[in-house]
Structures are given as C-alpha cells and as structure tokens.
C-alpha cells in the first residue's frame, strides 16, 4: 500500500533527502555547490545521514563508488553542476566498469534557462549517455520520490552500475505534498533444475575443470555456498581481475587472482582447462590477458557462464551453456549438487592452492627496499577483517600478489584500473568501519591525482594508513615503453614532494623508509598514531623504479625487447 501523504507541501531539496531516507541511506559524500542548496539544507539537521564533504569531486565519487563496493549498498554522491559533474565523471567510468550501484545527484541550472549556454549548463544526458545505466533528470518537484525510487533500482538490478539524476533548480525551489517510495524488491534470478543438471553432466564429462569467480553481489551465504561446492567436487577457484572478495583467499582451493600479473602455472592451469564455470564475472580484459587466456568469441575451453544480467551472457563470449542467476540464486541451488563418485581431476584443488600458496613466498631480490618483502610483512601483521584500499600502477602487484583477502569488505580496487582511487576509497571503508584496520595502497603518481582528500580524512578523523610507493616515475608507462621502445623512456620521471612532510601538514604522520627491515618499526608507529589521534598516517617507501613487478624489472623487459629486435 503506498504511504499516506504528510497534508503540507514542503521543499525538493528535503523531498530528496526524505526519499534516501526511505531507501536507508545512511551516508552521503559530497562537495557542496550552489546549485543543490536545499538538499544541503535538508541534510544539515539529519541525524539518519551522514554527509562527508570532500575537497574535490572526483574524490567524492570514487568514494561513493567504492562504499559501494564494500558494502553492496549503493553509493550516493551529490555534485554541482557543470565543472562539478565533469570532475565527478570519473567514478561514473569506475563504477560503469566496475557494475557497481551509484546514483550521482548533480544540481542543475532552471528549467527556464535550458539550451541558452548559460552559466555552467551541460546536456547530462549526452554528456553521461555511454557511462552510466541511465541519466534522467527530475524536472517536477512531485516526482521526486518516483524517480529517485526508479533511479535505485536500475543502478541495484541487472548488472549493477552508475545512474545520474540532474536537480534543476526549479524542482529543488518547488514544493509538493507526496510521499517517500519504499525500495521495491529487486528479482533475484537462480538456475533452473535443467541448469544445474547441464552442470552435472559438464562435470561428469570434464577431466580439468576450473571455477573463475568475480563480479558483484556476493554476500557471506553465496560465497560459502560455492565454497562448499568447490570443497565437495574437488574444485580449483579462481577470482578474476581485483575480485578477490568472491572468495577466500585462505580456502584450501583457491587457486589465485586471474589477471594481470598472474602466476605462469595458474594461467597454464586455466589454458589446459576443458570446462570453466565462470560464475557472475564478464571475464573482461584484464582477467582474460587481452582475450587470450579465454578467446573471444568462442572460448578453446568449454564455457558455463552464469551472471545476473542476460546482456553479459553471449556478448563477449559465446558459451555453451548460459544461465542467468544472481550469487545468490545461483547459491541457492548449489547446495543440492554432490559428485556421484571420485572425480577424474582429484587432487586437482590441492595442487592448485599449492601452487598459490608457494606464490606468497617473496622472490629473491637485491634491492635495499623490497616491495614482495615488504607486503609479505605487512600480510603477517594485518587482521583478518582488515581492509585494503588499491590504486591503479604497477605497485599494486605487490599487495593483489602477497595479501590474502578473506571476502566482501575486505578490499575495493578498480577494476577499469584508474589513479587516484585508493584514498578516497579507504575514507568510504574507515567511515563504515571506524574499528577496523584500513590501509591504502598507492603509487607517487596515484597518490597526487586526490592527495588533497588527506584533508578529508583528517578532518572527519579517519585513522587510516597510507602505503605510498614512490619510485618516482609512471612506472606502468615505463615499463610499456621499454616493451615497445626499449631505452626510450620519456615524459615519465617524477619529480616529488616530500610526502611524509606533506602527511604532517595535513596534521598526519608521515615517515619515509628505505630499507625493508625498516619498514615493519615504522608500521607500528604509523598504525599507533592514527589509533591514538584518528588522523592519517603515511610511510613513504622510497625505491627503485627497476622493481616494477614482483617477478620481471624494467632492465629484464628492455633486454628482452632489444633481443627480439624492436
């Protein structure tokens, strides 16, 4: 039954904020502008929502974007026009990339004034059209509440994504006695009977199968729900590229992270492979090494693709048998399928987990700073509800290889692989989890796309740490370069601040590190800081930009560019 209106009109702005309200928003990041003023003032004296404001609108986002995806609650950011939503565009891209649930509310100009350029005035549905579910724009103050209602549910069903909701200011200013709309429930979709039996007969058929796990929605009932499948038929899982939440990392047959950077006997595994069961992930490019590992469009293995949203099954790759379920409709029939006897690849899972777990042994290296060595140490000490925040780099290969991650709210990183998001997303898990360990990871490069959102961390007194990897370079760039023109590096050296002094001006800890042994001491005294003063520690680690990935250096990669004669 739909709920009785109030008998008075009131503003749009609080119609706005009582309609988030009733979907249970509890949180809400924000640069503030001028063009959504009544929302603002409606958000003041709420104690339901949280408004966090942040210094620049694309930190905003990606922080929306990455509560998100730690939570599975989607993310609420609100932006002003123009300018504004330019910069707010970049977490739509994440979020688009990433299928992750996000509305961008962005103050519009009146409707009295469209299409005369005026004063900050952008088309939101051209210029949003290719990276979000859907851009609409509220154009009466009595449909606020359906539209916001439609809004949340396009950017939560399907394959998750980034909505956009233009507030013209007429709409804001306007009033209007109509009632807040409850979420409507979102269909969660599971295998028929005739499905699960395909899977069987696939199993039953197969002599090398695989499971790759990604994608979003998963919850602690589907995870261990296919984790108990995987234990009782013997099966090796994969996650694909930065999914590590799909599955625990610690289970004995996790196999290890799909993508870039892969092992060479997870990614031979894979290839020799004559059944994948691909489960809720695209497998984009990254997780199939540019569509290699799986070809597109028809795979060398036999395909089994199960994901929410029937656009995702047969775009990229033709399977052989395409389900459309949910993690946690697909979970629900799980439990109901056992092996009938011995499986052909016994032992299977056991050599796969072998194999991984002889990856988080640091190779050998003969540098002064170590990364393998310092994010070996750094896995001994982390707890086990930790939450780990990575930007896009190289340097994000040393903690995707040498930590463990044990499911949902354990760690956000882009999956499209932009810079930058590492801070802003830690400030979303600290904020949602203020008693838990949170550490970002991020390079040099990384870092200055969003430095300035230190000042939000330290005014909202967030103690999070900061792992910043400076080698003073794109390193990513470079080792691109020496691939394709080796010994011609250009436009890529960094000239940095000092950042641990940079972290104490923002009232922080700062702290810079040179040696590995060194870096254990530091950690502890960053992390007691940022107990003690809520504020955000930082430990530079200073090293060389030769060390750009746990196995290969730049030397290794121009060598082998210069032998094959490029």
């Not at 069903?157 to 979102?186: C, F, H, N, Y």
């Not at 086990?384 to 990575?390: C, G, N, S, Y």
């Amino acid at each position: 039954m739909p709920e009785e209106t109030t008998g008075r009109a009131v503003g749009g702005g609080e119609l706005v904020i009582r309609q988030l309200e009733k979907l249970g928003v509890h949180r809400v990041f924000m640069v503030a502008g001028e063009s959504f003023l009544p929302c603002i003032d409606a958000l003041r004296d709420r104690d339901t929502i949280e408004t966090i404001w942040f210094r620049q609108e694309g930190g905003a986002a990606y922080a929306a974007e990455a509560h998100a995806k730690l939570t599975g609650e989607p993310g609420i950011c609100f932006v002003t026009r123009g300018p504004g939503a330019t910069n707010a565009s970049i977490g739509l891209h994440v979020a688009m990339q990433d299928g992750t649930p996000m509305i961008l509310f962005v103050g519009q100009i009146g409707s009295d004034t469209v299409e005369r350029q005026c004063f900050q005035e952008i088309d939101y549905r051209r210029m949003f059209g290719q990276v979000a579910k859907w851009v609409g724009s509220i154009d009466r103050t009595d449909r606020i509440p359906e539209l916001i209602a439609r809004a949340w549910r396009i950017a939560c069903s399907g394959r998750p994504g980034p909505v956009v909701l233009a507030l013209p200011e007429d709409t804001l200013w306007g009033q209007a006695d109509v009632p807040a709309i409850a979420a409507a429930p979102l269909p969660r979709p599971g295998p028929s009977d005739d499905d699960m039996q395909a899977i069987l007969d696939a199993l039953a058929a197969a002599q090398r199968p695989f499971v790759l796990a990604g994608g979003h929605g998963w919850d602690d009932v589907s995870r261990t729900s296919l984790q108990d499948f995987a234990q009782r038929f013997d099966l090796p899982v994969g996650v694909s590229w930065r999914r590590f939440e799909a599955f625990d990392n610690r289970h004995p047959n996790f196999a290890g992270h799909v993508g870039y950077g892969m092992q060479p006997s997870l990614r031979q595994r894979i290839a020799d492979a004559d059944l994948v069961i691909a489960v809720n992930t695209r497998i984009n490019e990254p997780t199939s090494e540019g569509y290699t590992l799986f070809e597109s469009p028809v795979p060398r293995q036999r395909l089994i693709h199960i994901h929410a949203d029937a656009q995702e099954l047969g775009t990229v790759y033709r399977a052989d048998h395409a389900i459309v379920a949910t993690p946690a409709g697909f979970a629900r029939k799980l439990a109901g399928l056992a092996p009938a006897g011995e499986v052909a690849w016994a032992g299977s899972a056991a050599a796969a987990n072998s194999d991984y777990r002889a990856s988080l042994t640091p190779p050998a290296a003969n540098t002064q700073l170590d990364l393998s060595a310092v994010s070996a140490s750094l896995s001994t000490v982390l707890p086990l509800d930790a939450v780990v925040t990575v930007g896009a780099g190289n340097f994000a290969l040393y903690p995707h290889r040498f930590l463990q991650f044990t499911g949902r709210g354990t760690q956000a990183s882009p999956i499209c692989g932009s810079m930058g998001y590492g801070l802003p997303a830690a400030i979303a898990a600290k904020l949602e989890w203020p008693e838990r360990r949170v550490v970002c990871f991020a390079g040099d490069g990384c870092f200055q796309m969003t430095l300035q959102e230190m000042a939000t961390a330290s005014q909202h007194r967030l103690g999070i740490v900061i792992i910043l990897c400076n080698n003073s370079a794109w390193g990513t760039i470079r080792a691109h370069q020496e691939r394709d023109y080796p010994g011609r590096s250009f436009g890529l050296n960094l000239e940095n601040p000092d950042f641990a002094r940079l972290a104490q001006a923002y009232g922080g800890f700062g702290e810079v590190v040179e040696a590995t042994d060194d870096f254990l001491p530091a950690w502890y005294r960053a992390t007691t800081f940022a107990d003690v003063n809520r504020r955000p520690a930082l430990i530079e680690l200073r090293y060389d930009v030769d060390a750009i990935a746990p196995d290969t250096t730049l030397t290794e990669i121009r060598k082998a560019a210069e032998d094959a004669g490029r």
